[in-house]
C-alpha cells in the first residue's frame, strides 16, 4: 500500500525518482514533507525551491509550488519569492556543493537579512550528479575523481557558517534518524527567520565506494554511531570528540525578520 | 485631452517612471555604474506605492530573485551594465526556457571586463542577442531619447508579459544619464498589457500547454492554488523535465518561434527622413541622435540622406531593412562598436545594396561632423 | 533661438551638476528644448567636474556639447583643459582665482571673485554654483530672469530660499559692476 504521505505530497507521474539504492535523499525529502504535514500547512501554501544536484531534484517529485533553479541560486530566487509573496513558507532543498560553493554567497547573505525561508542541505558530501567530485564539505583528505590523491581542501563546517553570518535556527541531523530530521524541519518552518538545517545524507554510489566506507547499510551505522547529540557532545571530553557528528538544535537567536522590516517601511508612507 | 506634464528628466529615472507606470512592483539590482540611478530611484519610489526593492548579493542573486517574484505574479525588472549583463546570462537563459516574463536594463559602458565604467558603448549588442546559452530567441529594446526611454520601458513589461519571455532593454550611458525635457503621456494614451492567468481550474492546468490560438501558456501565480513546477531544464506541458528528443525539439521550437512569427508586432522602428533618401544610414540609441543632426546638415548641401532607426534591436526588421536596401545606393550602418549590428544588417541588405560601416570604441559619441565626412567621402 | 551649448567647468563638490540642471530647467520653464548632462570621473570630490547645458528652439539632437558659446571655469585646470573648447566669439567667465588667464583673442572674458564673493560676502561657500548662475544670466541671457528664479528656489534646501536669492544677486552685481568688455581684454 502507497504511503499516505506519497498519496498527498507527491507527484507520482513524476516518480521513480532518479537517486541511487541506498541514497540518503528519499529519507530527507519524506522527511520535510512529514513536517509540513505535522504542522497542517496547505499545500496551496508552501513553496519548494530547490538549486540544481541530485538533492535538488527533489521539488519535481513533491506536489506544492514548486521550482527547480539554477545551481548554487535556489536560495536567491527564494528571496525574491518570500519577499514578493510572503504568505508563503518557502523551503529551500539544496546540496552541499549547491549551497556551500556556488551558492555560498546567497547562502550567507540570506542568513545575514534573516529572511524567513527554511534551507534544508542535503549533505552528502560529495558532487553526486556529476559523478563524485569533492565537494566544500569532502572531508581533508578523502577522496573524489577531482582528488584522487586526497582533498587537501579544509571542508566547511555549514552550521557554524550559517550561525556565523545571521541565521537564526541553525540545526544538524543524519539520515540515520530521520525523526531528527522532522522536527527540526518543523521548529524551522516555525522559526520567523532565516533557518539552517543540516542533513547529513549518504552517497553510497561515489563518496562511499571512492572512500572505501562500505555499502549504504555500513555508511547508516556509520552515521548511527557517530552522531552525538549536542548536549551530549558539550560533556564530551577532547579526546572523545574526534569524527564525532554534533547534532541537535545547534543554534536559536532572536533577529528582526527581513520581509517584516521591509513592510515596515512601506507602512510608514 | 489632458496637459501632459513636462518636466527635465534623467534617462534612468525615466526608465523607474516608465517602469512603475507599467506595473513594476518589484525590483532587484546590485550596483553598477551607468545604471545605479535606476536602483536608487527603485528604492525610493517602490516602497511608497507598497512595492518591494531588494539589494542582492550579486548580479546573479539579483535576476534569480526577479525571477522568483515574477512566478508570485509581480512585475519584475532589474539593471546593470555590461560586467553585470555577463553574469545575469545565467538566469536570461532560464527565464527563456521557463517564459518567466521579467525586463533586464543594460545600460552600456566600454568593455571588454570592466572597460571604460563611465563612458558610453554600444558593444553589447550581440551579448543581447546570444549571451546565454543556446538556442533561443529574445526580445531587445534600444530607445534613443529620454521619452523614449519611458515609452520602450513600458513596451519591454509588456511584451515580456505577452511573449511570457525576459525583454532586453539596452541603453546607452550618454541617454541614461543625461537630463532632457520630456513630456510625460497620460494615462489614457498608454496600452498597459497583463500575463493571461488560467481559465481552467487547478486540475486541468497544464502549465506548458499553449492553448488553440493563444501564442504562450496561460501563467498561474505561486500560492493561488495552482500547484505547478517550474524547472530551467526541459520540460513537457505538465512542467515536469524529460529528456525526449520530440518534446525537447517541440519545446526549443516553440520558444523561438513564438517570437520569430510574431516580428510583425514586436518591430518597432522610426523612419527619418527616408521617402526621398537615396543613401540611408542604420543608427540606434544615441548613436541615432548624432546621424540625425548628420543628416539635416547633409540635407542642407542637397545630400539626400535619410535613416532607418531600430527600436526593437532584436528580432531585427528585416523585412522593412529589405525594403529600404533595394531602392537605394548604400546603406551606412553607424555604431559605437566594431560592427556588431553592421553584420546583421549586411545579411539582409547586401544582396541588394552596398553595406558600410562606421563605427568607433573609444568612449566617445560618436559626433555629427564625423558621419556627415564619412557619408560624403562616400 | 539658435543652439546655445554652455559647459560651465570646475572641481568636484563645487556644485556645478546641480547649477547646470539648474540652467536647464531655467530653459524647460522658457519653452526650450533642453539637454543637460554631465562629465562622470571616478572622484566623488576634488577631481575634474563638468555639466554641459544645450538651449534650443528646434529639437535637440545630438546631445553632446562639442564647441560651446560659453564656458565657465571655476579652477585652472578646468580652464586649461577645456579652453580650446570654447568658440570664436565665446564668453570666458573666470573666477578670479584663475590666474593664467588664456592666450585667445577672440573670445570675451570675464575674470570675476565668484568663490570669494561665495565665502566673504555670503559666508558661505556653497552658493558659488548660484552665485554663477547670476553672473551667467547676466552675461548671456540665454534664460529670463524669472525662470531662474523659479527655478533655482525649486532646486535648493528649504530654508535657504532667501540665502540662494541674495547669491544670485551677487551673481548678477559681478557683471553688472564689470566695464563691457572688448575682444581679448580682461574684464
Not at chain 1, 148 to 157: L, S
Request: hydrophobic residues 35%.
Amino acid at each position: 500500500m502507497p504511503s499516505q504521505l506519497v498519496d498527498k505530497y507527491f507527484r507520482t507521474e513524476s516518480l521513480p525518482h532518479i537517486w541511487c539504492p541506498g541514497c540518503g535523499n528519499g529519507i530527507v525529502t519524506r522527511s520535510i514533507v512529514k513536517a509540513i504535514d505535522n504542522l497542517g500547512l496547505s499545500q496551496d501554501e508552501v513553496c519548494i525551491v530547490s538549486g540544481i544536484g541530485c538533492s535538488s531534484r527533489a521539488s519535481g517529485y513533491l506536489d506544492f509550488n514548486t521550482i527547480h533553479t539554477t545551481h548554487g541560486r535556489a536560495l536567491a530566487f527564494a528571496t525574491g519569492i518570500k519577499f514578493a509573496n510572503p504568505d508563503l513558507h518557502v523551503i529551500v532543498i539544496t546540496g552541499d556543493g549547491d549551497c556551500a560553493a556556488i551558492g555560498g554567497n546567497h547562502l550567507i547573505h540570506a542568513a545575514r537579512r534573516n529572511i524567513d525561508i527554511t534551507a534544508v542541505v542535503f549533505n552528502n558530501n560529495i558532487y553526486g550528479m556529476t559523478g563524485g567530485q569533492y565537494s566544500p564539505t569532502t572531508p581533508t583528505g578523502d577522496k573524489g575523481t577531482t582528488a584522487p590523491y586526497g582533498n587537501i581542501d579544509a571542508n566547511f563546517d555549514l552550521c557554524e557558517l550559517a550561525k556565523a553570518a545571521g541565521a537564526t535556527y541553525v540545526s544538524r541531523a543524519t539520515v540515520y534518524g530521520a525523526n531528527m530530521i522532522i522536527k527540526q524541519v518543523e521548529d524551522g518552518i516555525k522559526n520567523k527567520g532565516f533557518s539552517f538545517v543540516e542533513t547529513i545524507s549518504i552517497c553510497p554510489t561515489y563518496y562511499g565506494r571512492k572512500n572505501k566506507k562500505g555499502d549504504a547499510v555500513d555508511m547508516m551505522n556509520y552515521l548511527k554511531e557517530n552522531a552525538v547529540n549536542k548536549v551530549a557532545y558539550d560533556k564530551l571530553p577532547e579526546e572523545k570528540r574526534k569524527n564525532k557528528i554534533v547534532v541537535g538544535e545547534l543554534f536559536k537567536g532572536q533577529k528582526p525578520e527581513y520581509v517584516e522590516q521591509y513592510n515596515k517601511i512601506i507602512e510608514s508612507f | 485631452m489632458a496637459e501632459r506634464t513636462v518636466k527635465l528628466m534623467q534617462g534612468n529615472e525615466a526608465c523607474v517612471d516608465g517602469a512603475i507606470t507599467a506595473g513594476m512592483r518589484f525590483y532587484a539590482g546590485y550596483p553598477i555604474t551607468p545604471s545605479t540611478e535606476i536602483a536608487e530611484l527603485s528604492a525610493a519610489k517602490l516602497p511608497r506605492i507598497g512595492g518591494k526593492f531588494l539589494q542582492m548579493e550579486d548580479e546573479i542573486a539579483s535576476i534569480s530573485a526577479i525571477i522568483g517574484a515574477s512566478l508570485t505574479g509581480h512585475k519584475s525588472m532589474t539593471a546593470t551594465s555590461g560586467p553585470g549583463f555577463s553574469l545575469k546570462q545565467e538566469g536570461i537563459g532560464y527565464a527563456v526556457i521557463s517564459e518567466v516574463p521579467c525586463v533586464i536594463v543594460d545600460v552600456q559602458r566600454g568593455g571588454p571586463s570592466t572597460g571604460l565604467p563611465t563612458s558610453p558603448a554600444q558593444g553589447d549588442i550581440m551579448q543581447a542577442r546570444w549571451g546565454t546559452h543556446g538556442d533561443h530567441s529574445i526580445i531587445v529594446l534600444y530607445p534613443s531619447t529620454v521619452r523614449e526611454i519611458y515609452d520602450t520601458t513600458i513596451r519591454a513589461f509588456n511584451l515580456a508579459e505577452k511573449y511570457r519571455t525576459p525583454v532586453i532593454l539596452l541603453m546607452d550611458e550618454v541617454i541614461a544619464h543625461m537630463r532632457e525635457k520630456i513630456e510625460i503621456p497620460n494615462d489614457d494614451e498608454i496600452k498597459i498589457y497583463n500575463r493571461k492567468k488560467p481559465e481552467v481550474n487547478s486540475s486541468e492546468y497544464l502549465p506548458y500547454k499553449v492553448k488553440e490560438g493563444d501564442i504562450v501558456p496561460e501563467m498561474a501565480s505561486f500560492g493561488e492554488g495552482y500547484r505547478f513546477h517550474v524547472t530551467g531544464l526541459v520540460h513537457s506541458e505538465t512542467g515536469l523535465p524529460t529528456n525526449d528528443h520530440k518534446i525537447a525539439e517541440e519545446l526549443t521550437t516553440r520558444l523561438v518561434n513564438k517570437i520569430e512569427d510574431n516580428v510583425d508586432d514586436i518591430v518597432e522602428y522610426e523612419e527619418y527622413r527616408l521617402e526621398d533618401a537615396d543613401e540611408v544610414i542604420v543608427a540606434y540609441g544615441a548613436t541615432a541622435r548624432s546621424a540625425k543632426s548628420a543628416i539635416n546638415a547633409l540635407r542642407e548641401e542637397g545630400i539626400k540622406v535619410g535613416m532607418f532607426k531600430p527600436i526593437t534591436i532584436w528580432p531585427m526588421a528585416q523585412k522593412q531593412i529589405e525594403d529600404i536596401a533595394k531602392k537605394v545606393k548604400r546603406i551606412s550602418v553607424i555604431e559605437m562598436n566594431m560592427g556588431q549590428y553592421f553584420l546583421e544588417v549586411d545579411r539582409i541588405a547586401g544582396k541588394f545594396t552596398k553595406v558600410d560601416r562606421y563605427g568607433r570604441v573609444n568612449g566617445e559619441l560618436i559626433t555629427p561632423e564625423e558621419i556627415v565626412s564619412f557619408i560624403k567621402e562616400g | 533661438m539658435r543652439r546655445q551649448e554652455l559647459r560651465l567647468s570646475g572641481s568636484g563638490g563645487q556644485g556645478l551638476i546641480l547649477a547646470g540642471i539648474i540652467l536647464a530647467e531655467a530653459a524647460l520653464h522658457d519653452g526650450k528644448n533642453v539637454v543637460q548632462s554631465q562629465s562622470y570621473g571616478p572622484e566623488a570630490r576634488g577631481g575634474a567636474s563638468k555639466a554641459e547645458v544645450i538651449i534650443s528652439d528646434d529639437i535637440i539632437n545630438y546631445p553632446k556639447v562639442n564647441k560651446c558659446d560659453m564656458l565657465l571655469s571655476l579652477t585652472q585646470k578646468a580652464c586649461d583643459k577645456y579652453i580650446d573648447s570654447l568658440k570664436p566669439g565665446g564668453v570666458l567667465i573666470l573666477d578670479n582665482t584663475v590666474t593664467e588667464h588664456p592666450n585667445r583673442d577672440d573670445i570675451k572674458i570675464y575674470s570675476i571673485p565668484i568663490l570669494e564673493t561665495a565665502e566673504d560676502t555670503l559666508n558661505k561657500p556653497m552658493v558659488a554654483n548660484i552665485i554663477a548662475l547670476g553672473s551667467i544670466y547676466q552675461l548671456t541671457k540665454v534664460v529670463s530672469k524669472e525662470s531662474l528664479e523659479k527655478a533655482v528656489l525649486s532646486r535648493v534646501p528649504r530654508g535657504t530660499e532667501e540665502l540662494n536669492k541674495k547669491a544670485l544677486g551677487e551673481g548678477f552685481k559681478l557683471i553688472k559692476n564689470h566695464k563691457d568688455s572688448s575682444y581679448g581684454e580682461v574684464c
